[in-house]
């Protein structure tokens, strides 16, 4: 196994280190040992025996897979757990990858700045990025909840939409803010020169030989790592708090909301607090993909794969279960990917209905996933993995 | 009915304190509050756009074409409301019908003979027959997706939100197959022909093809009108809308009703649809863009209520038109979605919304 | 024969079994009272009558014909009507449009006369014809309700508590009411939980108890049983 393979499956090794704990079914002692190692043996065994071109593809699917999974957390936290019909997650995925931009750029001089605006670049370290990202989503959430959140279920799915429809359309319309309808570029990495020629400077140079082999074409596996690492972190402080009591009340309030305003416990800021803690979950991934992408504009926060794709992977994985809703992601974003192979084997198929059918081809990847959603809908609206503690009220056959 | 008075905000102040406290809450949530709500918002728009410089002519002008919006909101919103009416949940997947009345109609115009345009108007009789045909054919594919998917979920007893979630998916549903159809390009009904515009008082200028929009949606408000409330059909609409156990206890068969209540509310979005396309051209997008002024006017004009759904409607576009004399046109589902947010807040059961049952 | 007969019902909700076995029977115009305390099972077993609920075993049949696992709107149409206990009006609908709901299986031309005939039954009812029945008393609700059940001219009436709520003069214009149409020849099964007036009007009675069948016989022989009397009775 040469250096670059090994340093290759090392990074992949750790993501999925990350990742596979969650995902064993939980009681037994060595699921936290067990899915280390499973996972440092996985990445080091794909790393040595695929391809390096597949094992890209291979990253940058676990990438947007664990992205999506911490929406999914996210949104759980609010429908799951609290019973919040929220129809605009792209708004809050949008808010927290445009505030980390911000925060992270470089303000464009010269002539560079007639093509570029911005109403600030603070130029400022990755994880304070991250961190603005949290902070800007919970105030929106909080500004949006306070009104919002006091009307009925339909409603507030109603008012979500519009939210997210409204702060698309503010990055889309104002130039000043984050250069408008344009790209947003040059959102800087993190522990991106690790990667290039010149070595980071805090890297002691005793050590450089380490990474020595490693390219730029390199730096997805080294992301992919933070963003499981992320996922990971979100993971268990979700699973405390909704283990703790300020979990139990929430449910409290889903379940029988009446009864506990009863006693006495703030039902109202309960509410706000599960909506704000949901959109700050939904903030740091919209972070974590605008540090992916290097450049976002409005149109990547659109209702199909901010707020749809989530949906069904809530919706598959099962509601209020936080492993469900990571395994949902998993394998939605699998199916969502899946289905461009589809599409690209059914092109010559479709070039014998109509001559612009092939072209098309990509929105037979929409049909399938609107079909996959109906379906869970119809035949198993709990999902995949039930409800840990207790079964949503909202999603019982006779729950009325 | 009696209202339950579970919670008593305010206790322990003292008793003439919260009397005037409850007052001033049950006087917020009249009818009239809300209207004062409304035109004063309206007249703060006015007065925006003069100090944003724009002219009292075109003010006016702008209210002129407010009101042509207006109708055509009006279109998708009454159906929108009927449903939401019956069947108690958010149809998400309107916007989608809308989309779909319009292309059906592209579709149906080129079939048929082209005739002169009907001047001062810039289309012929065969749009006229498009329309009278897509309307029973996005009626149709409404019934159709009832059937397959809503009339089950009914069956088990399921929660409104599996509603919601299924009309969301059939909404993507709709949208992916009409790309596939008719792919995302730009499409006009004829494309390249003028429709000048004719010249009223106070210099006003508005084409001919959006006061047959207004028209059309008034003529369709009074048929609906008829329908609800000389039919029996109609009538049992209500019925069902209004208690459907006690409708199906009276001998009502309740899935047929629900089956016409998909008819009307798919052939009204299609109406609505086509006029949108009409008024500026075809787009995949078309159905979304209009579903938060939908549901704003659905909402504001009080669920299951077709004339509270126009006059709602009319109120949203002509705010939209004006806004624009201040703000970017691209914000008008925000202005929508704003007068809406007020009514929830205000008065929930909206403008005509009744209060009872 | 029996208009209506009920044989070993078995019924209730999801999988709490509230009818253990009932059997009641329904003769060609007579009142038929079904008394018990409460949760013995009385709305249910109407419930289940009407096809709002589906038995799980036993038979219910009206005029020999199997009734059991129809829909309410087909039940309706053999000619048994069911008043339920709340919510048995269109609120948003007026008085006559309640009516009309009440004879929608109807042609549309035996409408009118249909009405008058409940008009004259209930002459409030014409004075407030264009109101809202929302906005009525609940007295006036009940009559609303009943008179709309009576457009399709059945010969069973299901009544479920129609005194329940009302104030005691109320109560008295509702049971005169009630025998006024049964005097018509309608039979008539209702539920009270106005029990002694209910029996001393019924031809026979039944009572339920933890949704068994208890006693039965004529209202008199039901009301002169010191067991009935002590238990159901209230002494």
């Known amino acids: 196994m040469s250096q670059l393979i090994f340093l290759k499956g090392l990074m992949l090794g750790i993501a999925l280190a990350c990742i596979l704990p969650i995902l064993l079914p939980p009681g037994s002692r060595w699921r936290v040992p067990g899915g280390i190692v499973l996972g440092l043996a996985a990445g080091l065994g794909i790393a040595a025996s695929v391809p390096s071109g597949y094992l890209s593809y291979f990253i940058g699917f676990m990438t947007m897979a664990s992205l999506y999974a911490i929406l999914s957390l996210g949104l759980n936290t609010q429908w799951g757990y609290t019973g919040h019909l929220n129809f605009g997650v792209a708004g809050f995925f949008a808010v927290g990858a445009f505030t980390s931009a911000l925060f992270t750029i470089e303000a464009p001089t010269g002539l560079a700045a007639q093509y570029t605006q911005v109403l600030f670049g603070l130029e400022m370290p990755f994880l304070v990025g991250v961190l603005a990202a949290a902070v800007v989503s919970a105030l929106v959430a909080f500004v949006v909840a306070v009104p919002v959140l006091r009307l009925r279920l339909d409603f507030l799915a109603i008012a979500t939409i519009g939210v997210a429809e409204i702060i698309r359309l503010i990055f889309q319309n104002e130039r000043w803010l984050a250069n408008g309808p344009q790209p947003l570029r040059g959102i800087p990495q993190p522990g991106r020169c690790l990667f290039e020629s010149r070595h980071c400077e805090w890297l002691p140079e005793s050590l450089a030989w380490l990474i020595e082999p490693l390219g730029t074409r390199d730096y997805t596996a080294f992301y992919l790592m933070v963003v499981a690492a992320f996922l990971a972190l979100i993971y268990v402080v979700l699973e405390r708090t909704c283990r703790s009591p300020w979990g139990r009340m929430l449910r409290a309030v889903r379940d029988e909301e009446s009864s506990a305003a009863m006693n006495g416990k703030n039902v109202t800021f309960a509410r706000v607090q599960a909506f704000v803690v949901g959109a700050v979950v939904m903030g740091i991934a919209g972070a974590l993909y605008a540090h992916y992408t290097v450049a976002i504009d409005y149109s990547h926060f659109h209702a199909l794969f901010g707020t749809f794709l989530v949906w069904i992977m809530l919706m598959l994985g099962g509601s209020g279960n936080h492993r469900g809703a990571i395994l949902g992601a998993i394998l939605v974003w699998g199916v969502w990917a899946g289905t461009a192979f589809l599409a690209n084997a059914l092109e010559p198929l479709l070039a014998l209905i109509h001559e612009d059918l092939p072209g098309r081809a990509q929105y037979i990847r929409w049909l399938l996933v609107s079909l996959l959603l109906a379906a869970v809908v119809l035949f198993r609206p709990q999902g995949l993995l039930p409800e840990e503690m207790r079964v949503s009220n909202h999603l019982r056959g006779d729950g009325r | 009915m009696a209202v339950s008075e579970t919670r008593k905000p305010g206790e322990g102040l003292p008793a003439d304190e919260r009397r005037r406290g409850e007052r001033l809450r049950a006087f917020i949530r009249t009818r009239g509050f809300l209207v004062g709500t409304f035109v004063v918002i309206l007249i703060a728009m006015y007065v925006a756009g003069l100090i944003a410089g724009a002219s009292a002519q075109r003010l006016l002008a702008l209210t002129a074409w407010g009101l042509m919006l207006g109708g055509i909101i009006a279109l998708g919103s009454i159906g929108l409301s009927l449903v939401y009416g019956v069947l108690k949940f958010p149809n998400f997947s309107h916007g989608a019908l809308v989309t779909l009345g319009a292309y059906v109609a592209y579709t149906v115009v080129p079939l048929l003979p082209q005739g002169e345009a009907l001047r001062p108007l810039s289309f012929g009789y065969e749009f006229l027959v498009a329309l009278v045909v897509a309307m029973p054919v996005v009626g149709a594919v409404a019934v159709a997706i009832d059937r397959l998917v809503y009339r089950r979920l009914r069956n088990t007893g399921a929660h409104l939100v599996l509603f919601a979630m299924a009309s969301l998916a059939m909404a993507f549903f709709v949208r992916s197959m009409i790309y596939l159809i008719w792919g995302p390009d730009f499409h006009f009904y004829y494309p390249g022909r003028a429709n000048p515009a004719l010249y009223l008082p106070f210099g006003m200028r508005v084409r001919a093809d959006q006061l047959f929009i207004l028209v059309l949606a008034f003529v369709l408000v009074a048929a609906v009108y008829v329908l609800l409330e000389w039919t029996r059909m109609g009538k049992a609409m209500r019925a069902t809308a209004d208690n459907p156990h006690l409708a199906q206890i009276r001998g009502i068969n309740t899935e047929r009703v629900i089956s016409w209540t998909w008819m009307l509310g798919g052939g009204l979005a299609a109406a609505g649809g086509i006029m949108y396309g009409l008024s500026s051209q075809l787009r995949p997008e078309m159905g979304f863009w209009l579903l938060l002024p939908m549901f704003a006017a659905t909402i504001m004009g009080g669920i299951g209520n077709p004339y509270g759904a126009l006059s709602a409607a009319l109120i949203i576009g002509i705010a939209h038109q004006v806004s624009t004399s201040f703000l970017d046109p691209t914000y008008g589902p925000a202005v929508a979605f704003v007068l809406m947010v007020l009514t929830l807040l205000i008065r929930p059961q909206g403008l005509l919304g009744r209060t009872e049952g | ?235």
Not at chain 3, 9 to 22: C, F, K, P, Q, S
Not at chain 3, 34 to 52: C, H, Y
Not at chain 3, 117 to 137: H, I, T, W
């Open chain 3, 1 to 235: 024969m029996p208009l209506l007969k009920a044989e070993g019902v078995t019924a209730g909700y999801g999988d709490m079994e509230i009818l253990h076995e009932v059997d009641l029977e329904v003769e060609a115009g007579e009142i038929v009272s079904l008394i018990g305390p409460n949760g013995a099972g009385k709305s249910t077993l109407m419930k289940t009558i009407f096809g709002l609920l589906h038995p799980k075993s036993g038979s219910i049949t009206y005029r020999d014909k199997p009734i059991h696992g129809r829909k309410p709107h087909e039940i309706v149409t053999l000619g048994l009507c069911y008043v339920p206990q709340v919510a048995n009006v269109f609120v948003t609908l007026t008085v006559e449009e309640n009516l009309d709901m009440g004879a929608y299986l109807l042609d549309e031309r035996e409408i009118p006369p249909r009405r008058e005939r409940v008009y004259e039954l209930f002459p409030r009812l014409r004075e407030r014809r264009r109101q809202r029945a929302g906005k009525m008393s609940g007295g006036e609700r009940q009559m609303v309700a009943m008179g709309s059940a009576l457009m399709l001219e059945p010969d069973l009436l299901l009544l479920d508590e129609p005194s329940a709520g009302l104030s005691p003069k109320l109560v008295d214009e509702i049971f005169d009411n009630i025998r006024r149409i049964n005097a018509a020849g309608l039979a008539v099964l209702m539920v009270e939980q106005n029990a002694r007036k209910s029996l001393q009007m019924a031809n026979r009675g039944y009572v339920l108890a933890n949704g068994e069948n208890r006693y039965d016989g004529t209202g008199q022989e039901l009301l002169a049983d010191p067991d009935v009397a002590r238990l159901y009775l209230g002494g």
